[in-house]
């Protein structure tokens, strides 16, 4: 068994607010931490020589290159702060017996919430209003909102915040269709297990709580518009890459949908965590939509919760303990 206080963790696009969280965390494990504000990079990856294990998150992309330079630095162990791991290349990893474990359980209520919050933003036109209200422009016009109680809400993804989100949306008294791999009893109770073309069919809004994947990706297309209600609404909170964004822009233009909401964005690693203020937005699709009323975006915050922060903390660290004790991780990927 290894002792694992004498393991270096370096962990990389690291927050200020996170760091109280790190050691009041680290208690248990003993852990060697530095931190870097910055995110890891073919540029930066010699910081990681002298380090045993790097957390990263979702903004790092493990391909060839990158596995190789952890791999000649001297990592041994991944912890990606993310229930997605569609950024680690896990063959890459494995011809250098690097192994990484993800976080698939953290506080999936803060991702419900979020959605539902959008949902609701968007059926009462929040966006619109809150531009009125600091224009100082108090009349009704355009504003008349739809009630959630007398919608069908159809969610594609059915595991921990996919059911998280049935079990919130149960309490508004809206008809929910739910269409996922792995349906549990809770999903069964709730909703109406569904194939993917009658839910599109039915819902007057889509959720999206799916992982990325090869088959998933750009699920949400051209197509699959086609198929949807006219006017129906559409919010991800999932992966980016699920979504055909120009699709859904030339959507939004003809109405075929009548809104779109999302804390992911397919080409987010352009603006993410970038201050643009007084600044023209060089990727002119996101402009474009950021420019319509019926059009929501968060920053990929839906997560971003103490509760979460914690628990995506812990697990990291649980599972670079395991690695290091046992060679083993449950999360590992």
């Given at each position: 068994m290894?002792?694992?206080g004498t393991w270096k963790v370096l962990v990389t696009a690291h927050r200020q607010d996170e760091t109280?969280?790190?050691?009041?965390?680290?208690?248990?494990?003993?852990?060697?931490?530095?931190?870097?504000?910055?995110?890891?990079?073919?540029?930066?990856a010699n910081v990681l020589k002298g380090y045993d294990a790097v957390a990263i998150n979702a903004g790092c992309e493990v391909d060839r290159e990158m596995a190789a330079a952890?791999?000649?630095?001297g990592i041994r162990y991944i912890a990606t702060r993310t229930?997605?791991?569609?950024?680690?290349?896990?063959?890459?990893?494995?011809?250098?017996?690097?192994?990484?474990?993800?976080?698939?359980?953290?506080?999936?209520?803060?991702?419900?919430?979020?959605?539902?919050?959008?949902?609701?933003?968007?059926?009462?036109?929040?966006?619109?209003?809150?531009?009125?209200?600091?224009?100082q422009y108090f009349f009704l016009n355009g504003l008349r909102g739809r009630e959630l109680k007398s919608m069908t809400v159809g969610v594609i993804g059915t595991g921990r915040i996919g059911t998280a989100t049935i079990q919130d949306?149960?309490?508004?008294?809206?008809?929910?269709?739910?269409?996922?791999?792995?349906?549990?009893?809770?999903?069964?109770?709730?909703?109406?297990?569904?194939?993917?073309?009658?839910?599109?069919?039915?819902?007057?809004?889509?959720?999206?709580?799916?992982?990325?994947?090869?088959?998933?990706y750009h699920m949400i297309d051209a197509e699959a518009i086609q198929k949807m209600k006219p006017g129906?609404?559409?919010?991800?909170?999932?992966?980016?890459?699920?979504?055909?964004?120009?699709?859904?822009?030339?959507?939004?233009?003809?109405?075929?949908?009548?809104g779109f909401a999302m804390d992911v964005y397919e080409y987010e690693d352009q603006t993410a965590r970038k201050d643009y203020r007084g600044k023209q937005l060089d990727d002119l699709l996101l402009a474009?939509?950021?420019?319509?009323?019926?059009?929501?975006?968060?920053?990929?915050?839906?997560?971003?919760?103490?509760?979460?922060?914690?628990?995506?903390?812990?697990?990291s660290l649980e599972n670079l303990d395991s690695f290091f004790r046992t060679g083993e991780s449950e999360n590992e990927i």
């Open positions: 290894e002792k694992t109280a969280i790190f050691e009041k965390v680290n208690k248990r494990f003993g852990f060697l931490l530095d931190y870097q504000k910055e995110q890891l990079t073919l540029k930066n952890m791999h000649e630095a229930a997605g791991k569609d950024h680690i290349d896990k063959n890459e990893i494995k011809k250098y017996g690097i192994k990484a474990a993800n976080v698939p359980g953290y506080s999936p209520n803060a991702i419900s919430e979020h959605t539902v919050l959008l949902i609701l933003s968007l059926l009462r036109k929040m966006k619109t209003q809150l531009r009125r209200i600091e224009e949306l149960s309490g508004f008294g809206c008809r929910i269709l739910a269409n996922g791999h792995h349906p549990n009893p809770e999903v069964q109770r709730l909703a109406e297990q569904t194939d993917l073309e009658p839910l599109l069919a039915q819902s007057d809004i889509v959720v999206l709580h799916c992982p990325m994947s090869e088959q998933n129906a609404l559409l919010v991800n909170t999932a992966r980016g890459g699920l979504v055909d964004t120009k699709a859904v822009y030339e959507a939004l233009k003809s109405g075929r949908l009548g474009s939509l950021l420019a319509m009323d019926q059009v929501i975006f968060t920053t990929h915050t839906a997560f971003y919760t103490d509760q979460a922060i914690e628990n995506i903390v812990e697990s």
